[in-house]
């Protein structure tokens, strides 16, 4: 039998028989939730059968995610734009700094798409990568924003000469 000291100083029996419903509730809930992911339709490809084929024939060469060129299956980065491709290229030791460079160097220049949670992205990663000397990368990086922002002149034309 359960004591009211477990519950807090709740004293009534219907609050601890709400408490007990509750509880069975939830885990009623859990159960299904868990059930429903498992007994859903598997699905691990967001492609039809025939894209699947062409990925598995010998000729398909994989693309660079940023400039979609072709490249080695083999190479750790990108001949055309430096992007880190390899499989395993973000595990190994030293081709992971390179990684880490290319990432930062996005970043200064500006050409990435822009959204609050990149910037902070940007800046929380710039801290956790070069602590003491993320003021230095902060700087470049908003100076790369900056930079890469459309200027406009609002519809006034500039007068010859001036």
Request: proline share 8%; hydrophobic share 40%; glycine share 8%.
């Amino acid at each position: 039998m359960l004591t009211t000291q477990a519950f807090n100083g709740v004293q009534s029996p219907e609050s601890i028989t709400a408490i007990w419903a509750l509880l069975g509730l939830g885990a009623c809930g859990i159960w299904l939730l868990i059930r429903w992911l498992k007994d859903g339709p598997v699905t691990p490809d967001p492609w039809d059968h025939d894209v699947t084929e062409a990925l598995q024939k010998e000729e398909a060469s994989p693309l660079c995610h940023r400039c979609l060129s072709p490249h080695d299956d083999r190479a750790n980065f990108c001949a055309t734009c430096g992007a880190p491709v390899g499989a395993y290229t973000n595990w190994l030791p030293y081709p992971y700094l390179f990684s880490i460079g290319h990432t930062m160097r996005i970043g200064t220049s500006g050409e990435f798409r822009r959204s609050p949670l990149t910037i902070v992205g940007f800046f929380l990663f710039a801290l956790a990568e070069y602590t003491i000397f993320a003021p230095v990368y902060w700087l470049m990086f908003i100076r790369g924003l900056r930079r890469s922002l459309p200027t406009e002149t609002h519809g006034r034309e500039s007068a010859p000469g001036a």
